[in-house]
């Protein structure tokens, strides 16, 4: 019984662990998205400001910045899961 009450309190001490990772990893992921998108508008502006006298250019401009945004999204995604997966595994082990 003692036992089962020491496996108990060291799973719910690597619950709050990975939990408390798991939201490090979020918060860090955010911060680099808004600092990509800050990023990515403020060079938007910046080629806006210079193209300005035709509004196909503007278009093309709008629809790389949408592509460019896509990308980004499917960048911090696929690197925010392989965070997830590699904090998963070590904590894991850790935990053996």
């Known amino acids: 019984m003692k036992h ?3 496996e108990d ?3 719910r001490k690597f ?3 990975r939990e408390a990772e798991d939201i490090r990893i979020k918060e860090e992921i955010n911060n680099e998205w808004e600092k990509e998108l800050e990023r990515l508008t403020i ?3 910046k ?3 210079t193209k300005r006298k035709r509004p196909d ?3 093309v401009l709008t629809i790389k910045l949408q592509q460019e945004r896509d ?3 499917k960048n911090m995604t696929l690197r925010r899961d392989k965070k997830k997966e590699s904090l998963t595994k070590k904590l894991l082990e850790h935990e053996r």
């Open 43 to 45: 060079r938007f502006e």
């Open 57 to 59: 250019e503007q278009k």
């Open 47 to 49: 080629e806006l400001q």
């Open 9 to 11: 309190d060291l799973y």
């Open 71 to 73: 990308n980004l999204e």
């Open 15 to 17: 619950a709050k662990q």
């Open 4 to 6: 089962r009450k020491e």
